[in-house]
């Protein structure tokens, strides 16, 4: 179908299970003016970030190659990226967890077994609208 | 009489036999041999008797000797009185033979020791047979001295011989003779009492023995305390266990040998300590008393400790406690398989909320239009596992509790904490649920706010169950009613539903592990450890649940949680 709105924001997902790529993205996809660009461990996380930095990342805690906490501290740590939003989420959901990842600079939680997917779109939004770029007027 | 005895009865009888009868040889041989040693003539004769007699207490010395003798085989002892009646026997006629006629010193000599040891070897035929016989020499005696017979052939010499008929009677006198039975009888008795005395002794000692013997070698550690808590008994596995020996610990107070540890390694105090507060258990119903104990450990020798499993329990003598034993056995290897168990399930668990988030994930996804547009049936059907996997998701978030509660290592941070947020949170993550089940959450809170110590989340948690009980309990088209309100240092929260109430046997079970949920009429599968989870979190905050159910008036749970402001220490562990 033709999609008359092009997306200019982008949403990089850092997540290594297929399914739940396959679930956040296509919840992500019911927003219209965001591309999701997929990563599926820590090292390729942070490639991509170099390459082109993304609005706004979702990243898992739970990676192989790389962990989320490092790829977390380490953009957060970064002046150049510090800015971009990171939403991180994890099945465990332990307290201990999450703290510790909201000091190390996370924006935003999500606990993936009590967190509906479109609750995440929500969060997403919400982060986001308030991190407005101004953009030229040609998409 | 009886033929077969004890063989120590049985040597004793024998002795007495020979002894008796050794004595009255020496007596009566010297009684009879002296007077006729004196009388002049008569020297020949008295040589020849002075040599049977001497001869006759060589052979009865021997015997005696032999029968000195313990452990000897029965036959031997039996020999021994045989023989010596037989040559009893034999003498006597051999006398007659050679005198040419009974000679009364002789005859005396032998028939009372038969008679004698008919009656202490039981042989009533033996002894009635020498009665008979004194009976009738004695009757011969009267009536030769009163002339009415002149005896001939083998009595003549004896009768004439000495014109003594008085001391002759005396001695055969049947009288005598019974007095002399009834004595050996008697002496017979006094001897089996005896030796039954020293059988039974020696019954009760092996006995006894064999009880030690069995306490020493049984494999789980048996420690006895008396009434003032000092040890009296101890066996083998104990001393293995505890590294002491059983010489050093006898006497000593139980809490110096063996001092008994909670979980967290604090020393329990005596006055605290089960198997000392036995001690005071009533005597009457000591089985009552009896406690199985296990979450303690106790200190070696060398400082050492170890986890255990056993038993406490009174020991009552006589209606009175006169102590209490403790058996126990070392269970490390027990809590070892147990947390191992325990590791497993949590592990599965965890894993298991993983692919039930990813099935939530997909459903969810499709009931927000990502696949496109939904017929009313594939919504219905997506609504459905959408509900069921929220549900296996709160199974396992109980399981894995209720596991970290079994490992004493939940945690709780009591603070300061508002219900009226409490009760928003609760609301809002059954919003759904409720709505679903076309059911209606009322929240009535007082105007001034109350707040209580506890751990806000686990509050939550605990409410949360109760609620979704409440949810599994009622009727369609209801209201489920949260109250809050305080009541003196308490808080208490009201949880009531308009169901058919629950069962008084479901009652019963409804704070415990096991599953009974599943039988009750409308039961959705709850998770059967819900409540259960929530009685042992609210303990561990101070807090007390308890429930109310009727068929007519539907249930109420209520939950108490004391007011901030009531002393309460900071944070808690659990135990």
Redesign the interface.
């Known amino acids: 179908m033709t999609d008359p709105v092009v997306p200019t924001k982008t949403i990089l997902l850092v997540e290594d299970?297929l399914?739940?790529r396959?679930?956040?993205r296509?919840?992500l996809?019911?927003l219209d003016d965001f591309k999701v660009l997929e990563a599926e461990d820590g090292e390729e996380a942070l490639a991509m970030v170099q390459k082109q930095p993304p609005d706004l990342i979702m990243l898992d805690l739970v990676l192989p190659q790389k962990s989320g906490f490092d790829v977390l501290s380490q953009l957060k740590n970064d002046a150049k990226y510090k800015a971009i939003p990171i939403i991180v989420y994890s099945?465990?959901g332990e307290?201990l967890e999450i703290e510790k990842a909201m000091k190390l600079g996370a924006d935003d939680y999500i606990i993936?077994?009590?967190t509906?997917?479109?609750e995440v779109v929500n969060k997403v939004k919400t982060l986001l609208t308030g991190n407005v770029r101004v953009e030229p007027a040609s998409g | 009489m009886s033929v077969s005895f004890p063989k120590e009865d049985l040597r004793q009888r024998v002795r007495w036999y020979l002894g008796l009868r050794w004595y009255l040889v020496v007596t009566l041989g010297a009684a009879g041999a002296i007077p006729q040693f004196l009388q002049e003539g008569f020297v020949a004769q008295v040589q020849q008797n002075v040599a049977i007699i001497l001869l006759v207490l060589a052979i009865n010395s021997v015997f005696l000797g032999i029968s000195s003798f313990r452990g000897l085989r029965y036959s031997v002892y039996q020999a021994l009185a045989i023989i010596q009646l037989v040559l009893d026997v034999g003498i006597v006629t051999g006398v007659v033979y050679l005198n040419g006629g009974i000679e009364n010193i002789v005859v005396a000599l032998y028939v009372i020791p038969i008679i004698m040891s008919g009656a202490l070897l039981g042989r009533r035929v033996i002894y009635l047979t020498g009665m008979a016989a004194a009976i009738i020499y004695d009757a011969l005696l009267v009536l030769d001295y009163t002339h009415v017979i002149t005896p001939q052939n083998i009595l003549a010499p004896a009768l004439h011989a000495n014109g003594n008929y008085v001391v002759q009677t005396l001695f055969f006198a049947p009288v005598m003779l019974l007095i002399i039975t009834v004595v050996t009888d008697f002496v017979a008795k006094l001897v089996r009492e005896r030796t039954q005395l020293t059988t039974k002794l020696e019954v009760v000692t092996a006995e006894r023995a064999e009880i030690e013997a069995i306490i020493k070698s049984m494999g789980s550690a048996l420690v006895a305390v008396d009434r003032q808590g000092k040890i009296t008994m101890v066996n083998d596995a104990f001393e293995h266990l505890s590294g002491w020996a059983r010489r050093d610990v006898i006497g000593v107070d139980l809490d110096t040998v063996l001092p008994l540890l909670s979980e967290r390694g604090k020393k329990i105090e005596s006055d605290k300590r089960p198997l000392l507060q036995l001690l005071n258990s009533d005597p009457h119903s000591p089985a009552s008393a009896i406690q199985h104990v296990s979450r303690y450990y106790y200190a070696k020798k060398d400082g050492g400790i170890f986890p255990f499993v056993g038993s406490v329990a009174p020991i009552v003598l006589l209606g009175e406690v006169i102590g209490a034993t403790t058996v126990f056995e070392d269970a490390s290897s027990i809590k070892q398989i147990d947390q191992l168990k325990t590791n497993f399930v949590a592990l599965a668990s965890h894993q298991l909320k993983t692919p039930i988030s990813e099935i939530q994930g997909y459903a969810t996804n499709m009931l927000q239009g990502v696949t496109g547009r939904l017929t009313k049936q594939q919504t219905d059907y997506l609504t459905a596992i959408q509900e069921i996997t929220l549900r296996c998701n709160k199974l396992i978030t109980d399981l894995l509790d209720a596991v970290v509660l079994e490992q004493g290592s939940i945690r709780v941070n009591i603070e300061a904490v508002q219900l009226s947020k409490v009760i928003k949170r609760v609301v809002t993550a059954y919003q759904a649920r409720v709505k679903q089940k076309s059911l209606k959450i009322a929240v009535i809170e007082p105007e001034q706010e109350i707040t209580v110590r506890a751990d806000g989340d686990t509050l939550v948690e605990i409410i949360g169950n109760v609620v979704a009980n409440a949810v599994s309990y009622t009727k369609k088209h209801t209201t489920i009613t949260i109250e809050t309100k305080a009541d003196g240092d308490e808080g208490v929260i009201l949880v009531r539903d308009e169901g058919a109430g629950i069962d008084k046997n479901v009652l019963e079970h409804l704070f415990l592990k096991d599953d009974v949920l599943s039988s009750a009429p409308e039961a959705e599968g709850g998770t059967g450890v819900g409540l259960y989870l929530a009685k042992e979190l609210l303990s561990l905050q101070k807090g007390k649940i308890s429930v109310v159910s009727s068929t007519s008036k539907g249930t109420t749970m209520a939950i108490r949680i004391p007011l901030k402001g009531r002393k309460h220490d900071r944070s808690s562990r659990s135990n």
């Open positions: 299970e399914p739940f396959e679930i956040y296509d919840a996809s019911m099945v465990i307290k993936k077994s009590e509906p997917a479109m």
